[in-house]
């Protein structure tokens, strides 16, 4: 299908489609509506051109119109399926980001190693068989308290020994004579006091 010229779409940024950008004459057999971006060195028909794109209008005999790009123009170059931009003095690919591809599944882990049984452990050896406790011999039967002897029967007291007589007192000395006593008064000489008279 033949692309024809509108006018009012050359002046939007983004552009129709172009068959090839890295041509510097025409490619010959090219049909109207044709459009290809001029190389750097452009001769024939495409002589001056460097960067314009060139529309072709007819094939009998073969003619060109150019459009001279405006910075930040873009179009999709067939050949290369994709889009390129106008910088203001060369056509660069408009790098378009796609979307970040899905990661990778992680890598399945290996198995641990299984870890060795520990050894068993040896048995304990039994210990040594007590020797059995020797019989204790009997007590030896404990022999009767002897009889203890009767009390002896206490003796008699002794009589107590007769108290002696206690001695005469000697007589005592005759006393001297007194002196006279006063009036009334008479010593007795055998009763040994005074008598005193009336």
Known sequence: MANY?????????????VKDKDLSAPPGGESKGDRYI???TPSGDWTGHANHIALCTGT??????????????QCWIQDENVYYYF????????AVQGESGYSGYSGISGYSGISGADGD???SGYSGISGQD???GYSGISG???ISGQDGASGYSGYSGISGYSGISGYSGISGYSGYSGPGA?????????IIGA
Do not use: N
């Open 5 to 17: 010229r509108v006018p009012v779409l050359e002046h939007f940024s983004w552009q129709p489609p």
């Open 38 to 40: 001029v190389g750097a």
């Open 60 to 73: 009998g005999p073969t003619t060109w119109s150019f459009d001279v790009p405006v910075e930040g123009w």
């Open 87 to 94: 910088t203001g003095a060369a056509w660069v690919i408009l």
């Open 121 to 123: 452990s040896g048995y």
């Open 134 to 136: 020797g019989v204790s």
């Open 144 to 146: 009767y308290s002897g």
């Open 186 to 194: 008479t010593y007795d000489s055998a009763y040994e006091c005074l």
